[in-house]
């Protein structure tokens, strides 16, 4: 009996035991990953936060089918490409009859700018809990805020009203959050860009390893054309003279290498989404090549994204600019190493030579250029647009007619010539035709077209509906999962 | 003879000394065909010393002296007297008294006789388990247990089936678990049908509660084949080859057909059309053709199990092989399996069930099942050079002959060392202590290879290359618990006291690389690839662990009044620091109204059991580590000059760490009845499930910005429903016959969907959600637009005015809300994958050695969405036939809509893509000749059965897809075809011998 008293005892002893470290037992972490709650506690957390806010700016959804869709091929830029039956959704961009479900596209780019605008939030919210230089640290929150502007840069061109999300959103928010006025919006964009202004370096200031980061200058360029965007014309002109009087940025003297690589954060390169393709990844790369890359022969890409004819009209005789920008079948490659064939089921085949690019380790879709924001060309039109509204037209003519010149650049006087008018009226329309030919294929043109009230005159012949099509729906899904508080934009 | 003579006297003298007091008796129950008995009570006359045989019906009893005599009863056989004149060993005969064996089953950590049950548990034995040919042991439950739902998720090789028991009482994971001799478990894809003894199905509270935050959604006991004491070797042999095929091809478009739909699109959109003259095509390729085949499956099973007082054994070797029904496609897995016990010392026993398996498969080119039904039928797979045709041009979709061709090589491998170590030491007389240490360690590994191949632009590969991985599974459960029964007077009294532990981690390794230097097999490793190209990964799963105390009482008075209470409390490492902990009770009650003295007199009934039940159990299944969210890194940006590639990592999903136990109360109310001599059974019960804080993702808007969605307490459900099963066996002359009859309803009601929701959307198709979960309807109901008819012409497209622009031939939409527009706000409810009936019959009958069996099961009242008929996306995919009966003109159809490709309204989710998916199915239909013995022991064979038999040999649905089974885990969409690899109609041959 003493011995089985002695047994049991000894199991009771081995079974409480087990059952005391129960605590401990059950405290385990992530194996090789962070987690949120230890995030943020050096200087490597807070730049890494603020590289993954740059990052989505590569994202498919940001900068590729949707990007494309609801910039150019919406506009009287371009249309779809491809062949007809070749992802047809995208075709509703060109003739207008995209609705707040389909195709699929809208809801994909809003999805994509908020998740930016979510790592942006993530990052503004959490590098002030980290130990680490005072320095870096406003720089990098100011990184974060010029790419947060940006992301709602776009969205609010696109859809208008839209919630207004600063920080991360507890759960009881997540479906109450209504669109904001248009207005809160700027204001919120307006003074994320000041702030970034504020403590953001000069683009000479970065080391060579940064280059590419936002800088002083690319926060007053965009702040600039959101003044113009507005109409506040004495705002943008004042922070598009500050970029120029910067003297941080120059003209490249050929058009036709800006979108070459070397052309690539030149000296006329204000912010750009930087890309490369690497040898062991896909890592680097974005989609934005492939989309709109040659398709038959040589291979290159899908053929998405073709210059309109009307786009070809729109260039003046004898401008340089539109062979530097549009790739015509029996073309030369620009580095000589094809000509593009003919391709008998594309209509109209002929592709965007911005987005063409040289032979790159991996396949089409480790495309590797830079997607260019804002140049200095852009930020020279914004003046001269400015200074003309705000009854400067001599001042105008000087900006407009440097972007001229160096379309020109060793042709004779009367190709792309020098401007004179001073009619208010008359140089407006000629900064606006020079905006698109400037800067066409470069997923401008909607924005300057509804920026101008152009839109209705020029895109009513392709089924453009005046007081609805000036801004996209809002996805379908917003307004389900917030039964309601989410409302749809005028006639969808 | 004399052997076993020496070891009885040697046993007896050795026990004589160790028990001075005592004698011990052992031996074995059997009924008259030398099966074990399980449970049966052995009782020293006029006294309350007794015990039950385990089980492999063997038994252990201490008595006073060697001269007692033992009554041994058995519910269904005659009672009888044995007196032990001296022996120490009595192996016992019991004769049947019914045609019904009254069972034994396995309840959580022991056993229970089913007279003694108050919880609602269903056992299903191995020759039913056996009738299915299937890796996966779990799809013979189909149709077979009342209130349990099996449905295939597809019809690949070695692939589990979607199991629901009692409905669907979670948005989450509502996976039964499993626990194989005790080891829990998520599946049992290891495991085969024939090393299967049996399958306990614990379906209320009472049954379940004892797994606690484990057991809500049910819990499946699972016995492996054991060897007995004092049983001679016994060498049994089972095999089966057979054929599968498709259950079924679909209808599609043929090229000229095809060709014609495209010119109609193109005019529909206003341009030209394509083809001049469609029917220049001819009929054109079917895809289908190019990639199902008729698989062999095939099984052989060797079995060695016997046992002498010092050990029981069972050893057995499997082989099973099975090519899949789409070419390419196999599973083989080669199993051995050791279940021993070991009774080497008085005071203890100890034993172990382990298994090691292996197996290899490969699958099929992904996506070729809806590329098949999706591509164009004007190209031909090959031409006369050996070139692939190009499918991609028009209908986008790759050429599936050519992904058999360059897209085939997809292996996998395993390694599984499972199984459990145990020892029993009996503390006290009444009083047992029971360790018992489980593991599963798994060793997989995949490979998947690409050579260079162009077909088209899209479908092509410019470099070869090769992905490897291994995956390590590591998985230990440690159960400690302390058994006492008792038994005085009219009382008998059982406790279970236990702890347990258990650890789960798995860590997963690979890479791939480019440019390999070769293209046969020997070349398929990562170092005949370019170092440049390589990449890899390397990580572990956050370890999962649980830590619980369990308690039992089990109490019978004068053996009809029958209480049950239990009591877990687990502990999980899935939930936050402050939420770790739950605790999980049941009640039952049970009342044997057979054995009260007013039910003697009648001759009609030979059962009738009244028990009620009532628990609650737990529920976590969700991601580890949902409740903290994880920095993502691989967020790298790219700066500088050069351009390089800098780390990046951020927050981009939200988690959210106030997450708690999902807890489901549960209530059962049985009646058992039997009646004729236990020929007629009837079993029935009304159960009802409240689940209550149901773990959800739920989808929350965009603009939060989530990259996923958090998980929350959000939502109630309640599932009710009716279980019954009807058996009746009988003989006419010689023909003996059984005819059953199973089926459960169920109703499953969204009680509450937390602070705010209303409404969870599922999956979406196109941008819009295609389920919908509303409070007061079912979980995951489908969502959309109701076809109200067509367009026909101008004047009925001013008068149902649309918000999107349509033209005659579209579908209009019916006006919900009554506001004289279509708009989104007139999506509604459009039925339920949910059915409201699940059923099950059987019939069979013996004569003269022969058996037939056959087995019918169905489903009724739910829906299934075809959303591969959805599917145009890029290009313009090929088209079912039903799409033939489109709109051509004004009154040339209501309800087919003229062709488009996508887009507003044809395809939006809407009732035109849903369909009713009840079925029914003659499961499997058997037919055996078991040999006469007098001829068979001539040849030194004991019993020797062959038999032909079919699965799923006919089916009866609606649907018009592959197959109406259409099983997903997401329990917010269900029932959503998308091209699922189709399930296979098997035919075979058989046989089973006993040596």
Redesign the interface.
């Known amino acids: 009996m003493k011995k089985h008293i002695i047994r049991l005892f000894s199991l009771l002893a081995l079974f409480l035991g087990a059952a005391g470290c129960q605590k401990d037992f059950l405290e385990v972490q992530p194996q090789g990953e962070i987690n949120a709650e230890n995030y943020f506690q050096t200087a490597d957390h807070a730049t890494w936060a603020v590289n993954a806010v740059y990052n989505q700016l590569r994202a498919w959804d940001v900068i590729a089918f949707p990007y494309l869709a609801m910039t150019d091929i919406v506009s009287d830029d371009a249309t779809k490409g491809s062949f007809p039956a070749d992802a047809q959704r995208i075709a509703t961009f060109d003739n207008f009859t995209y609705g707040p479900s389909f195709p699929e596209e809208v809801r994909v780019a809003w999805r994509g700018y908020y998740r930016g605008i979510f790592r942006a939030n993530s990052a503004i919210e959490g590098i002030p809990k980290a130990q680490m230089n005072e320095m870096l640290r406003s720089r990098l929150i100011g990184e974060a805020k010029f790419l947060r502007a940006h992301y709602y840069f776009n969205l609010v061109r696109w859809f208008g009203d839209i919630p207004l999300i600063d920080k991360q959103l507890t759960e009881a928010e997540f479906y109450t959050k209504p669109r904001a006025p248009k207005a809160e919006v700027y204001n919120l964009i307006i003074q994320d860009l000041k702030d970034a202004i504020e403590v953001l370096p000069e683009k000479n200031q970065y080391p060579t390893a940064d280059m590419g980061r936002a800088t002083k200058g690319a926060a007053r360029g965009v702040l600039a054309k959101v003044y113009l965007t507005i109409g506040d014309f004495v705002n943008a002109e004042q922070y598009a003279l500050q970029v120029i009087n910067s003297n941080q940025y120059a003209l490249l003297p050929q058009y036709n290498r800006i979108f070459l690589p070397e052309g690539e954060n030149s000296s006329e390169s204000v912010f750009e989404i930087q890309a490369t393709a690497l040898e062991d990844s896909y890592n680097g790369a974005t989609a934005w090549n492939m989309i709109q890359g040659v398709r038959g022969t040589p291979n290159l890409g899908w053929g998405f994204n073709l210059p309109s004819d009307d786009l070809i009209a729109a260039y003046e005789p004898g401008d340089p600019r539109r062979d530097a920008t549009i790739l015509y079948v029996g073309e030369v490659l620009p580095d000589g190493s094809g000509i593009v064939q003919d391709n008998p089921d594309i209509l109209n085949e002929r592709y965007s030579q911005k987005a063409w690019t040289p032979n790159h380790p991996g396949l089409q879709d480790n495309g590797p250029s830079n997607i260019r924001i804002l140049r200095y060309a852009d930020v020279l039109l914004i003046a001269a647009e400015a200074l003309n509204e705000n009854d400067k037209p001599a001042q105008a003519l000087t900006y407009i007619n440097l972007v001229r010149a160096r379309a020109r650049g060793t042709r004779p006087p009367s190709v792309v010539p020098a401007l004179t008018t001073t009619d208010k009226v008359q140089l407006r329309q000629a900064i606006w035709r020079e905006r698109r030919v400037e800067l066409a294929m470069e997923q401008q043109r909607w924005f300057e077209l509804v920026r101008t009230g152009q839109a209705a005159t020029r895109l009513t012949p392709l089924g453009f509906v005046a007081g609805k099509h000036e801004l996209f729906p809002i996805p379908q899904s917003e307004i389900d999962l917030t039964g309601g508080i989410i409302t749809q934009n005028p006639n969808y | 003879m004399i052997g076993k003579q020496l070891l009885i006297s040697a046993a007896l003298m050795l026990w004589s000394v160790w028990a001075v007091a005592q004698v011990t008796v052992t031996g074995k129950v059997t009924d008259d065909k030398g099966e074990a008995l399980i449970g049966a009570n052995i009782l020293v006359k006029n006294s309350t010393n007794g015990t039950i045989t385990d089980i492999d019906g063997s038994y252990e009893l201490k008595v006073p002296d060697a001269f007692v005599t033992l009554v041994v009863s058995y519910t269904g056989y005659t009672t009888q007297e044995f007196p032990l004149k001296g022996q120490a060993k009595l192996d016992v005969v019991l004769l049947e008294q019914a045609t019904l064996i009254s069972e034994v089953v396995v309840v959580g950590y022991g056993t229970q006789r089913k007279s003694d049950l108050t919880g609602s548990v269903t056992s299903v034995k191995a020759d039913e388990i056996q009738k299915i040919a299937t890796a996966n042991p779990l799809q013979a439950l189909q149709g077979k247990v009342a209130g349990v739902q099996v449905s295939a998720a597809s019809g690949r090789p070695g692939e589990g089936p979607v199991v629901r028991i009692r409905g669907t009482g979670t948005l989450n994971g509502a996976a039964p678990i499993y626990v194989v001799d005790g080891l829990i478990l998520n599946n049992i894809d290891f495991l085969n049908a024939a090393d299967i003894e049996s399958m306990e199905i614990l379906k209320d509270a009472s049954a379940a509660a004892i797994y606690g935050t484990r057991g809500a959604n049910g819990v499946i006991l699972i016995s492996t084949r054991k060897g007995s004491r004092s049983q001679k070797a016994r060498v049994s042999f089972g095999s089966y080859v057979g054929q599968q095929q498709p259950e079924r091809r679909l209808g599609l478009a043929n090229a000229t057909e095809y060709a014609q739909l495209?010119n109609e699109i193109?005019l529909n959109n206003g341009?030209q059309p394509v083809h001049p003259d469609p029917t220049v095509f001819g009929v054109g390729t079917d895809w289908q053709d190019v990639i199902f085949q008729n698989g062999i499956i095939q099984n052989y099973n060797l079995n060695v199990s016997g046992g002498s007082e010092a050990m029981t054994y069972s050893i057995s070797g499997d082989v099973f092989r099975q090519e899949g029904i789409v070419k390419s496609s196999y599973f083989n897995r080669y199993t051995l399996r050791v279940n021993n016990q070991y009774n080497f010392f008085k005071w203890m026993k100890f034993g172990h069930n382990i298994a090691f398996v292996m197996s290899d498969n490969n699958g099929e080119p992904g996506g070729i099942v809806f590329n098949a039904i999706a591509s164009d039928p004007t190209v031909i797979p090959r031409d006369e050079n050996g070139r692939f045709g190009s499918t991609s041009?028009?209908s986008?979709v790759s050429n599936p002959a050519a992904q058999l061709e360059y897209n085939s090589y997809n292996r996998g491998y395993g390694q599984q060392f499972a199984g459990n170590l145990y020892g029993d030491?009996f503390?006290?007389k009444d009083?047992t202590?029971r360790s018992s240490f489980g593991f599963n360690l798994v060793n997989n590994r995949n490979k998947s290879y690409e050579p260079v191949f162009e077909v088209d632009?899209k479908q092509r590969n410019?470099e070869s290359r090769i992905f490897a991985g291994f995956y390590r599974g590591v998985d230990w459960q440690?159960e400690?618990t302390?058994n006492y029964r008792k038994e005085w007077k009219n009382h008998r009294i059982e406790l279970l006291a236990g702890?347990t532990?258990q650890n789960i981690t798995g860590?997963g390794i690979g890479g791939g690389r480019l440019r390999l230097i070769g293209t046969t097999e020997n070349f398929f490793f990562l170092n005949a690839g370019d170092d440049?190209?390589?990449?890899n990964y390397?990580?572990?799963?956050?370890?999962?662990?649980y830590?619980s105390?369990l308690f039992r009482l089990n109490y019978s008075l004068m053996g009809k009044y029958l209480l049950t209470a239990s009591w877990r409390r687990d502990?999980?490492?899935r939930f936050g620091?402050e939420r770790?902990f739950g605790s999980f009770p049941s009640v039952a009650l049970a009342w044997r109204v057979i054995e009260e003295p007013f039910m003697q007199d009648q001759k009609i009934l030979t059962n009738l059991k009244l028990r009620a039940s009532w628990g609650r159990l737990g529920n976590d299944k969700i991601p580890t580590?949902a409740a903290?969210?994880?920095?993502?890194?691989?967020?790298?940006?790219?700066?500088?000059?050069p351009?390089?590639?800098?780390?990046?990592?951020?927050?981009?999903t939200?988690?959210?760490p106030f997450l708690q136990w999902e807890l489901s109360n549960s209530t059962n109310a049985g009646i058992e009845i039997g009646a004729i001599q236990n020929r007629l059974t009837l079993e029935l019960d009304y159960y009802r499930r409240y689940t209550e804080k149901i773990l959800v993702p739920?989808?929350?808007?965009?603009?939060?910005?989530?990259?996923g969605n958090?998980y929350?307490n959000a939502a109630d459900v309640l599932n009710s429903g009716l279980d019954a099963a009807l058996n009746w066996r009988g003989n006419v002359g010689k023909l003996g016959y059984r005819v059953g009859v199973l089926g459960s309803t169920l109703k499953n009601e969204v009680k509450s969907l937390g602070?705010?929701?209303?409404?969870l959307?599922g999956v979406?198709i196109?941008?819009?959600?295609a389920t919908r979960t509303e409070i007061g309807g079912p979980i995951g109901a489908f969502y959309g637009y109701r076809v109200a008819g067509l367009y026909q012409n101008a004047e009925d497209i001013a008068k149902y005015p649309n918000?999107?622009?349509v033209k005659p031939g579209d579908l209009r939409f019916e006006d919900v809300d009554g506001d004289g527009i279509i708009t989104?706000d007139d999506r509604t409810y459009l039925g339920s994958a949910i059915p409201n009936l699940v059923y099950g019959f059987n019939f069979g009958f013996d004569i003269a050695g022969f058996d037939f069996s056959a087995d019918f099961n169905g489903v009724s009242g739910n829906k299934i969405l075809n959303s591969k008929k959805m599917a145009?996306?890029?290009?313009?995919p090929n088209f079912e036939s039903s799409f033939l009966a489109r709109w051509t003109g004004e009154g040339t159809s209501n309800s087919e809509p003229r062709v488009t490709?996508?887009?507003?309204p044809n395809?939006?989710v809407s009732d035109r893509f849903l369909e009713d998916g009840s079925f029914m199915r003659l499961r499997s239909v058997q037919l055996g000749y078991t040999l006469p013995k007098a001829l068979l022991s001539k040849a030194g064979i004991t019993n020797l059965r062959i038999y032909v038999s079919g699965n799923n040999v006919m089916l009866w649905t609606n649907y018009s897809g592959y197959s109406p089974e259409i099983g997903s885990e997401n329990v917010l969409a269900v029932g959503i075809d998308g091209g699922i690899y189709p399930t296979a109609r098997t035919f075979l041959v058989g046989l089973n011998a006993g040596f």
């Open positions: 495209i193109a341009s041009l028009v986008n030491i503390i006290l009083l202590f632009n410019p440690w400690n302390l702890y532990s860590e440049q190209t390589a990449t390397h990580y572990a799963n956050r370890p999962e662990r830590v105390t502990g999980s490492s620091s770790r580590g903290t969210p994880i920095v993502s890194n691989g967020l790298g940006a790219v700066f500088g000059t351009e390089q590639l800098l780390f990046g990592a951020g927050i981009t939200l988690a959210n739920v989808p929350i808007p965009d603009y939060v910005g989530s990259a958090p929350v602070t705010g929701n209303e409404e959307f979406f196109s941008g819009e959600p918000r999107e622009p989104p145009r996306g890029f290009g313009i490709n996508g887009g507003y395809f939006n």
